[in-house]
């Protein structure tokens, strides 16, 4: 009896501190991501048309489809960064190469059309391809750029929730375009993903300012077999 009553006191004193303590809301957070220094190492094969410096912390792939669609050519590849989910997306373009398109049909199928990788053309589809995320984006920027390896291009930065915040492409205008374009294999959060996409930022970034055409007029590249 004496214990029970014991108890009871004991659960009402608890719950009348608890009542009269001060409660604080805690913010909402996100794990702490431990991010490495930023070390390079070169990208350079005997046979392709470019060469550029990556992170220690990458790894070159190469797959058979990119979003799936079939790759004109052997020099479409990726960074990936799989600590980070993530990867960057590379897809070389020979400027007046054959190409295999694919056109929507009206009942929603595609149909695989022949046609030339014109410049216009294709810069006109790297802003496309961008403006495709201005549903979900807050902010769409593009800035153009020339290099001290007298590069030029264009970066791409889109803010908000959107599929990829970093996108840019790099040409000589007459052999050779290049388009990349930083994913994650997750869900687009801006605040989650923040911290590692501009560590990122730095290493594209670095990519893009090491980055050099081997030949401009590079004549190696076979046209896409249809």
């Known amino acids: 009896m004496q214990k029970h009553t014991l108890f009871c006191f004991l659960s009402i004193a608890i719950f009348a501190i608890a009542c009269n303590s001060e409660y604080t809301s805690k913010k909402k957070g996100y794990f702490d991501i431990s991010l490495p220094n930023h070390t390079y190492q070169p990208f350079e094969k005997a046979d392709f048309p470019y060469y550029f410096e990556y992170p220690t912390y990458g790894k070159i792939s190469q797959d058979s489809t990119y979003f799936d669609v079939n790759p004109e050519n052997k020099y479409w590849i990726n960074v990936d960064f799989p600590n980070y989910n993530a990867r960057l997306f590379l897809s070389y373009k020979k400027i007046g190469g054959n190409a295999l398109y694919k056109l929507k ?16 053309l294709l810069v006109n589809d790297a802003f496309n391809l961008t403006n495709k995320n201005d549903v979900i984006a807050s902010s769409i920027m593009d800035s153009a750029m020339v290099t001290t390896n007298n590069i030029n291009g264009v ?72």
């Open 155 to 226: 970066f791409f930065t889109v803010g908000g929730n959107a599929a990829t915040a970093h996108q840019f492409f790099l040409t000589d205008t007459t052999s050779n375009f290049i388009r990349g374009a930083l994913y994650f294999d997750a869900s687009p959060n801006a605040d989650s993903i923040k911290p590692v996409q501009e560590f990122l930022r730095k290493d594209i970034e670095h990519l893009i300012n090491t980055f050099k055409w081997k030949n401009a007029n590079h004549n190696a590249i076979p046209d896409k077999k249809i």
């Open 105 to 120: 049909q009206a009942d929603g199928t595609y149909k695989d059309s022949i046609g030339v990788n014109q410049f216009q």
